[in-house]
């Protein structure tokens, strides 16, 4: 079976320090992607990063970094220099290449930057 | 490019009534979905289709029904709405490659009373 387990309900954190998101996921595929997105209050779903399996790297985008420890089964965001833009929910996702293309999601984290 | 839509954008419902959700993309994806969104639960998965002819159950399938019109339109039906059923609904879509994200829609905020 594939899970997503995000265990912060929610988090606060100062503007301009960094936070980090937690994620774990279970799946006994070598064939997955990882995959974070951001809803703001407004509703709309904005996708932030990838990270494949095979990806050697942690992948990178702008402001947020994702740490990838696969031994772990962990795939947690990392936002640096923290905006107020930054507040809203953050959904982790899984996509396993044997389960016909679906994904599957955390709970979710709402993050509350502070100014 | 719109990318995807969904209408309506909200609506009220009797329980027992039934309406379709509609959901169309123009970016040429293989493989739409439907979720629901309710408060501490994240999105959970309610039927998806991975090419243009079929349709598969997810996680709460129960009480929906699916068409995958062609290429572009996804549709969702409620037969017989329930409070149970009091949601937001996303629709979204996707390649049916592993690094290819999911573009959503923007959402129907659905009440049944």
């Known amino acids: 079976a594939q899970k997503i387990t995000q265990t912060q309900p929610g988090m606060f954190v100062q503007e301009k320090e960094a936070v980090t998101l937690d994620c774990t996921y279970d799946t006994s595929d070598p064939s997955y992607g990882l995959f974070w997105y951001k809803q703001p209050s407004s509703g709309e779903m904005i996708f932030l990063i990838y990270q494949g399996s095979y990806d050697q790297q942690n992948a990178t985008e702008g402001r947020y970094s994702l740490n990838f420890q696969k031994a772990r089964k962990s795939a947690n965001l990392v936002i640096s220099a923290s905006q107020l833009g930054d507040s809203a929910m953050y959904f982790c996702a899984m996509r396993v290449l044997n389960t016909g293309n679906q994904f599957y999601f955390g709970t979710g984290t709402s993050l509350t930057v502070i100014p | 490019n719109a990318g995807v839509t969904q209408t309506p954008k909200f609506q009220v419902l009797k329980t027992g009534q039934s309406m379709t959700l509609q959901c169309a993309q123009d970016m040429n994806h293989n493989s739409m979905y439907w979720y629901r969104q309710d408060p501490g639960m994240g999105l959970r998965l309610i039927y998806y289709?991975?090419?243009?002819?079929?349709?598969d159950k997810g996680e709460v399938p129960n009480g929906y029904n699916v068409s995958r019109l062609n290429k572009r339109e996804f549709s969702l039906r409620l037969e017989s709405a329930a409070p149970s059923q009091t949601s937001v609904y996303f629709c979204?879509?996707?390649?049916?490659?592993?690094?290819?994200?999911?573009?959503f829609g923007p959402g129907t905020r659905l009440t049944v009373t």
């Open positions: 979204a879509s996707s390649e049916a490659r592993l690094s290819y994200e999911q573009y």
């Open positions: 289709s991975a090419s243009e002819g079929t349709t």
